[in-house]
T-cell receptor, first 118, second 116 residues
Framework: AQKVTQAQTEISVVEKEDVTLDCVYETRDTTYYLFWYKQPPSGELVFLIRRNSFDEQNEISGRYSWNFQKSTSSFNFTITASQVVDSAVYFCALSRGTLNNQGGKLIFGQGTELSVKP | DVKVTQSSRYLVKRTGEKVFLECVQDMDHENMFWYRQDPGLGLRLIYFSYDVKMKEKGDIPEGYSVSREKKERFSLILESASTNQTSMYLC???????????????FGPGTRLTVL
């Protein structure tokens, strides 16, 4: 069975601090995809990044970076020099790589609510 | 600009009422999904559809049904609303292209349903 765990329910930081959001996943598949989504107060989830199970390269996009480690089944997300606009709920999710279309189902973690205070 | 729209942002219904939540996407996506979001539980899949008139149960289908008569529209139906169905409902869509599982989902703004 697949499972995604985000152990941090809420995190509060002061602007300009660095913050890391943890994500641990469970799967027996060899091919799978990991995602991060951001849900701002407006409610609409926004896609941030996707990694496939064969690509363990870390990725950086501006102030955002992602660390994928298969050895620890983790896909952590770091925001450098956080800003108030980063305040949101962040979700980590997992999908299976399948041979047929099963709809691309996502298994979501519980979400981490990040509050960045000025 | 890709768009998933939901018929209402806020909805208040009474116990026992039949409730329709509508979702429309303009991206010609094959896959569509309905989730409910509750604090501490993340997003849980209710139903999904990978083609017109096709539907599959998700993790929590009890008390819900769905309809997909046209590719762009996916409806969630609460046959007899109950207070434990008070929640945020999110619709999403995605392409169905190989490699399967690869394509990200695009989400609507959500409908916050309160059942009294």
């Amino acid at each position: 069975a697949q499972k995604v765990t985000q152990a941090q329910t809420e995190i509060s930081v002061v602007e300009k601090e660095d913050v890391t959001l943890d994500c641990v996943y469970e799967t027996r598949d060899t091919t799978y995809y990991l995602f991060w989504y951001k849900q701002p107060p407006s409610g609409e989830l926004v896609f941030l990044i996707r990694r496939n199970s064969f690509d363990e390269q870390n990725e950086i996009s501006g102030r955002y970076s992602w660390n994928f480690q298969k050895s620890t089944s983790s896909f952590n997300f770091t925001i450098t020099a956080s800003q108030v606009v980063d305040s949101a709920v962040y979700f980590c999710a997992l999908s299976r790589g399948t041979l047929n279309n099963q709809g691309g189902k996502l298994i979501f973690g519980q979400g981490t609510e990040l509050s960045v205070k000025p | 600009d890709v768009k998933v729209t939901q018929s209402s942002r806020y909805l208040v219904k009474r116990t026992g009422e039949k409730v329709f939540l509508e979702c429309v996407q303009d991206m010609d996506h094959e896959n569509m999904f309905w989730y409910r979001q509750d604090p501490g539980l993340g997003l849980r899949l209710i139903y999904f559809s990978y083609d017109v008139k096709m539907k599959e149960k998700g993790d929590i289908p009890e008390g819900y049904s769905v309809s997909r008569e046209k590719k762009e529209r996916f409806s969630l139906i609460l046959e007899s609303a109950s207070t434990n169905q008070t929640s945020m409902y999110l619709c999403a869509s995605s392409l169905s292209r190989t490699p399967y599982g690869y394509n990200e989902q695009f989400f609507g703004p959500g409908t916050r349903l309160t059942v009294l």
